[in-house]
């Protein structure tokens, strides 16, 4: 089984983990996206320890060995559910704000990466973005050379991604240029 426990000793079944680096330190890892499933009280210490950005150690992942915490800058929203009598499901992720400095995109919440990165540009950024523009724009960001798209590690989905806010305006103007992505000319007919 795996799990999750705070450090005043509440644990929960850990149903999806999405987390990537805390900085430069090997051993601590910071979550992005949290599916958690248990008792009430539990989950909501868990959801509180992660939106305060305390301490949490996993059970049955990779990652055993390391320290995790939430983003306290974050505002996470969790999606929450009561699928059995004294069962509680939180699907907590950061909750989507035009000030933020990064989105979260991931395998449950998005039919396909591309079409996850054009819904967070086409919402929450100023830019003019197209749906056809999708995959070239992820590669792009994906590359070493721009590293607006970080991959995140993941326990229990398929994919999930952190997306700078920052950065998006040169991509599509350089990309334009180079003539990988096009605005269709519209018929006068």
Excluded at 17 to 32: E, L, Q, T, W
Excluded at 108 to 135: F, I, K, M, N, Q
Excluded at 139 to 160: F, K, N, P, R, S
Aim: proline share 6%; charged share 20%; hydrophobic share 40%.
């Amino acid at each position: 089984m795996q799990a999750i426990k705070n450090n005043q000793g509440m644990m929960t079944q850990l149903v999806a983990i999405a987390y990537g680096p805390d900085g430069d330190d090997f051993y601590k890892r910071i979550v992005y996206v949290l599916d958690i499933i248990g008792a009430n009280t539990a989950v909501k210490a868990i959801w509180a320890s992660l939106c305060t950005g305390g301490p949490m150690k996993t059970f049955g992942i990779s990652a055993n060995f390391r320290k995790f915490r939430g983003d306290k800058e974050a505002k996470y929203r969790s999606f929450v559910s009561q699928p059995l009598p004294r069962l509680t499901h939180y699907h907590i992720v950061p909750g989507p704000r035009p000030d933020a400095d990064y989105f979260v995109i991931t395998a449950l919440t998005a039919e396909s990466r591309e079409s996850a990165l054009y819904d967070v540009l086409r919402l929450y950024t100023p830019l003019p973005v197209l749906p056809g523009w999708g995959p070239t724009l992820f590669e792009l960001g994906l590359g070493h050379q721009y590293g607006l798209i970080t991959e995140l590690d993941v326990v229990g989905m398929d994919w999930a991604y952190r997306i700078e806010a920052i950065g998006w305006d040169a991509i599509i103007d350089e990309a334009a240029k180079a003539g990988q992505i096009t605005v269709a000319e519209a018929s006068d007919g």
